[in-house]
Nanobody
């Protein structure tokens, strides 16, 4: 069982930055691929970014490529999402998720993830 707790959300003006963190319980954090998803009111949960267990491989949604960076610190059991040049359309509840996967594998489909955090709200004002 893996428990995930997100933090770092908040209100920011367009063009600003935020860094989300997701702390995971357990001793085998590196055996999990990690991902970030977001869900705006009335919309489906969308993929944002993912990283492999080692952190060497990453993948981004086109909408955030070049603006967001996913990273992880396996010694701290934490995955991060650095969000720069934020836009109002980035406003959503952001969720981190964990998927048991081989070390170099990046996982994208939401249905493949085994564990989810409770989410953190990000609001970008125009």
């Amino acid at each position: 069982q893996v428990q995930l707790v997100e933090s770092g959300g908040g209100l920011v003006q367009a063009g600003g930055s935020l860094r989300l963190s997701c702390a995971a319980s357990g001793r085998t954090f590196s055996s999990y691929a990690m991902g970030w998803f977001r869900q705006a009111p009335g919309k489906e949960r969308d993929f944002v970014a993912a990283t492999s267990g080692s952190g060497a491989s990453t993948y981004y949604a086109d909408s955030v490529k070049g603006r967001f960076t996913i990273s992880r610190d396996n010694a701290k059991n934490t995955v991060y999402l650095q969000m720069n040049s934020l836009k109002p359309e980035d406003s959503a509840v952001y969720y981190c998720a964990a998927a048991k996967a081989p070390l170099g594998v990046v996982v994208v489909p939401a249905g493949t993830y085994d564990y989810w955090g409770q989410g953190t709200q990000v609001t970008v004002s125009s």
